[in-house]
């Protein structure tokens, strides 16, 4: 059989007859279907660290699902979404490190290169975009890492350096 396929959502499907006795039967006419895409609905983030360090880069994956919360695939484009990721804080967005954008490819959204630039309190992720039900992760721990941008105070022990000498210095 042949299976034809347009952008519309029509498929037609053909039966081919082959071989020595394909004279003697006649195939059957095309039959016409039709199918619709079904429109994007819903976001739902897929995966997330639990736990992230202040500087270091982390990656998430967001899902676009139909109404039957299937994966949208939309081999047309024009309606796959542009997904935004946002940072939540105590019910707040964080202000400059907050939201990253990425295109939905085969009904994923990757954001990947994600970083907190200071430890905090936990934090949330939540997927949206317009016209589509959002979604939010549980918490995540966001903790000092090796170089915390934002450190109150350096403490590198003894009070006199010699150029050329090894010093340690802890960020607190």
């Not at 095309?30 to 997330?48: E, G, Q, T």
């Not at 022990?157 to 607190?172: D, F, I, K, M, R």
């Amino acid at each position: 059989f042949r299976l034809i396929a347009d952008a519309a959502g029509r498929f037609e499907v053909a039966l081919i007859l082959d071989g020595p006795d394909a004279p003697l039967f006649a195939a059957p006419p095309p039959a016409l279907l039709s199918a619709a895409v079904l429109p994007p609905a819903n976001l739902k983030i897929l995966s997330y660290p639990t736990l992230v360090r202040a500087g270091e880069p982390f990656t998430a994956v967001v899902e676009v699902l139909n109404r039957r919360m299937e994966r949208h695939y939309d081999a047309a484009g024009p309606e796959t979404p542009t997904v935004s990721l946002i940072l939540m804080a105590d019910r707040e967005v964080l202000e400059g490190v907050s939201t990253s954008s990425a295109r939905a490819v085969d009904g994923i959204a990757n954001f990947t290169h994600l970083v907190i630039t200071r430890a905090l309190g936990p934090i949330k992720l939540v997927a949206s975009a317009p016209g589509l039900t959002a979604d939010s992760s549980t918490q995540i721990a966001v903790e000092a890492g090796p170089a915390d941008l934002n450190a109150t105070t350096v403490d590198c022990g003894p009070s006199h350096l010699v150029a050329g000498h090894v010093a340690e210095c802890a960020a607190e």
